[in-house]
């Protein structure tokens, strides 16, 4: 068989040149020339173009040496750079190859990074956290967790389209790490995308059964789905019946309130709402819940009722106040318990 083979890359050897005597490529002058080597190599394989039987048997047409050899090229051109078919039949064997090129080394400093990012979240530093993710990913990118960590520091900056984006590389990465999941579902509900979001957190919890916050976290988005502003994505969460977000009282019902009047006269005349205007944390809060900042006008009034420096001077005020009524004017600065 394999002298057989020979004979046909040999008769198509003979056939192209002939062609090309034929039709112009090999000029007339040298026609003569190439003519007696084609004799020369047709008689030391035994084969002879002209003969009907080997025509049967070696011809290649209706491909030519030519077109064999211009296919060759391509998929050469092609497979130039990728790791050998015998290495892994599967799409999988570029991203091995690369994984196996990562040094130990270059391994260590980019978990190095990871826990250095790690470190920067719980100081709440979420721009060098993201940072220094970055930089582990750039070292080794075939880790589900630092895009997740990195999605997780982008919800924290309010960078919600990066987090969905880098959730999604962590699940396309290990589609069953249930923390890619839970980051995409997170990122998801903040964009109000309450129905995707669910979709995300139900199959992480596919994963982990037992995760509590992914179970937490799927029934409020279960409870939110109806509930988006069809004005689009990114509007505010409407409020119903005259309630704002979280089931707080909208900023109308709570200027009626005649106890809260009272209390806010009494703010202004004995000073604790300059006191208040000073403190540069409350004043944040003050305008999310005027400006809508932190979600609808009652979630923002929400954050202000459950912040401890809020909370402690009210009851500042409160022992304050109830001092000016016996003739005491103490303005609300008493001690903090």
């Known amino acids: 068989m394999a002298a057989e083979n020979k004979k046909a890359l040999v008769y198509s050897i003979l056939e192209f040149l002939q062609k090309s005597c034929d039709d112009g490529t090999i000029s007339k002058d040298d ?9 020369c190599i047709g008689e030391a394989f035994g084969v002879d173009p002209t003969d009907a039987a080997q025509q049967e048997a070696y011809s290649t047409k209706p491909a030519n040496l030519l077109s064999i050899f211009e ?78 960590n990195r999605a997780a520091a982008y919800s924290q900056q309010s960078d919600y389209d990066k987090a969905v984006s880098d959730a999604t590389k962590a699940i396309e990465i290990d589609s069953k790490y249930s923390k890619g999941y839970s980051r995409l579902g997170h990122a998801l509900f903040c964009q109000q995308k309450y129905q995707e ?24 988005a279960k409870s939110k789905i109806g509930s988006v502003d069809r004005s689009g994505p990114g509007s505010p ?31 202004m005349q004995s000073g604790a709402l300059d006191q208040f205007m000073n403190n540069p944390n409350l004043a944040r809060m003050a305008q999310n819940m005027m400006g809508g900042g932190g979600g609808a006008g009652g979630a923002g009034l929400a954050e202000m009722m459950q912040n401890p420096e809020m909370m402690d001077m009210a009851r500042q005020f409160m022992g304050g106040a109830n001092n000016n009524s016996d003739g005491n004017n103490n303005g609300g600065s008493g001690n903090s318990n």
């Open 197 to 220: 979001a669910v979709e995300a957190y139900e199959n992480g919890l596919k994963l982990d059964p037992e995760n509590a916050t992914i179970k937490s976290s799927l029934a409020t």
């Open 237 to 267: 969460p409407p409020s119903a019946g005259g309630a704002g977000a979280g089931g707080m009282p909208d900023l109308g019902s709570l200027l009626n309130n005649p106890q809260l009047m009272n209390m806010a006269q009494q703010m």
């Open 71 to 148: 296919v060759y090229l391509k998929t050469k051109s092609k497979t130039r750079g990728q790791a050998p078919a015998s290495a892994s039949s599967s799409s999988g064997a570029a991203p091995a190859a690369a994984k196996a090129e990562i040094s130990e080394e270059d391994k260590q400093k980019a978990e190095e990074l990871k826990a250095a990012g790690n470190r920067k979240v719980s100081e709440r530093n979420y721009p060098e956290a993201i940072k220094l993710y970055t930089e582990a990913i750039a070292i080794n990118g075939s880790q589900a967790v630092y895009y997740a």
């Open 31 to 39: 026609t003569e020339g190439i003519e007696v080597a084609m004799q």
